[in-house]
């Protein structure tokens, strides 16, 4: 007689894939198996997510810190207002004494909106040029581009040039944007020509940062007295030059270009992997390279060409955002701008706050603060 086959086990009837998506079977298999895998890839979504709300709230602690800033730089002053004579000069003018108006509305506020805007533009520039050249130690200062602005203002304060016909008061600024502009222009095409790329760049931002202090140097000694006083404070980079017209313009290149530099976040992160496997990405590296530096010079031509060359705000601030964030463009590169704010703010509380009744040129308090930060920087690439 023929036996019928026996039942085999209802264990041996569940599917693997009901056994990979059982909660309580998925965390046994062995290394290897697909439940080990399940459990790598929850943990690696759930460590992503804790990196994001991390950065997410590095990025609030950063609006409220320079918000913070701006108010101790409108308070601190000779003029002595305090917290409350300021908060009623800006929410309500009317019901303050003309004096305290014209002090918070004409100085004060240019002041601290315009180191907050100029600090976030040389963060973000500093960031862009350390990112496509793979150079720690790239800025707007260390290329040459302040050096170049200093050239062009120079030439427009000796010998009283007024470009394009525009009035005096806008020639200093125009002569400046156009030395920055094309130093950067000139860089590219030389390093066009060169057979390296980035290493050919960094090289000649150096050397035009040397034939510019020269050049700069040669202004100051043919210069009469009575300008070579306007000549070295410019030179020394200052936020007092500051009016309501300069920040409007540079509030709207720095909102026109910084959707431009979000929407390349994700491939100069890619960058950052190398040359080699960006390409592998489809990314076109000569192209990513060539928007930003237009990018950067654009930006911050127009900064130095408002308040002077300020160094040193460029170098450091991105790579303390890079401690806080990472190298995820995407949360890099805000943070870098909000960084060169809040580092630019305090230099100009620290400024006026350093010898009472005297405003200390910002670009001052930022060498001696961005020294010992370079040195450091040195060192730390050399070990």
């Not at 086990?9 to 079977?25: F, G, Y």
């Not at 600090?119 to 990112?131: D, I």
């Not at 000549?231 to 920040?247: C, D, M």
């Not at 001052?364 to 020294?371: D, F, P, Q, S, W």
Request: proline content about 6%; overall charge positive.
């Amino acid at each position: 007689m023929r036996r019928s086959p026996e039942p085999k086990p209802a264990v041996m009837s569940v599917s693997n894939q009901s056994v990979a998506s059982h909660p309580s079977l998925r965390r046994q298999g062995p290394p290897g198996s697909v439940g080990s895998a399940t459990v790598d890839m929850d943990t690696a979504i759930a460590g992503h997510r804790c990196r994001v709300v991390r950065r997410v709230t590095l990025l609030a602690v950063f609006t409220l810190a320079m918000l913070a800033a701006g108010l101790a730089d409108i308070v601190t002053g000779p003029s002595g207002l305090t917290l409350h004579d300021l908060l009623r000069a800006v929410l309500a003018p009317g019901e303050v004494e003309r004096t305290t108006a014209v002090i918070v509305w004409t100085v004060r506020l240019p002041y601290a909106v315009m180191a907050l805007l100029v600090g976030a533009v040389l963060g973000l520039s500093g960031v862009e040029m350390q990112t496509i050249l793979d150079n720690p130690l790239a800025s707007p200062f260390t290329l040459g581009l302040s050096s170049a602005a200093a050239v062009g203002a120079s030439l427009a304060i000796v010998f009283h040039l007024a470009p394009f016909g525009l009035p005096e008061s806008w020639a200093v600024p125009a002569l400046a944007f156009v030395f920055a502009f094309g130093s950067m222009l000139l860089l590219q095409a030389m390093a066009r020509l060169a057979p390296a790329g980035r290493e050919t760049l960094v090289l000649l931002g150096i050397a035009l940062v040397f034939s510019c202090h020269a050049l700069v140097a040669l202004l100051q000694l043919i210069a009469p007295e009575d300008v070579l006083q306007q000549l070295v404070f410019w030179t020394l980079g200052s936020v007092t030059r500051a009016t309501w017209e300069k920040i409007g313009i540079l509030a709207a290149i720095l909102a026109l270009v910084m959707p431009f530099s979000m929407a390349a976040a994700w491939s100069m992160t890619v960058l950052r992997l190398g040359e080699d496997r960006a390409l592998s990405f489809g990314v076109d590296v000569r192209r990513l390279r060539y928007a930003s530096l237009v990018r950067v010079s654009l930006i911050s031509s127009i900064a130095v060409a408002f308040v002077g060359p300020i160094g040193f705000i460029g170098l450091v601030g991105p790579h303390i955002a890079r401690m806080l964030v990472g190298e995820d463009q995407r949360f890099l590169l805000p943070t870098s701008a909000m960084v060169g704010a809040l580092l630019l703010s305090l230099a100009s509380v620290a400024s006026k706050a350093i010898m009472p009744g005297i405003i200390v040129p910002v670009g001052i308090v930022t060498a001696l603060v961005g020294v010992p930060a370079f040195v450091l920087l040195i060192l730390r690439q050399r070990r």
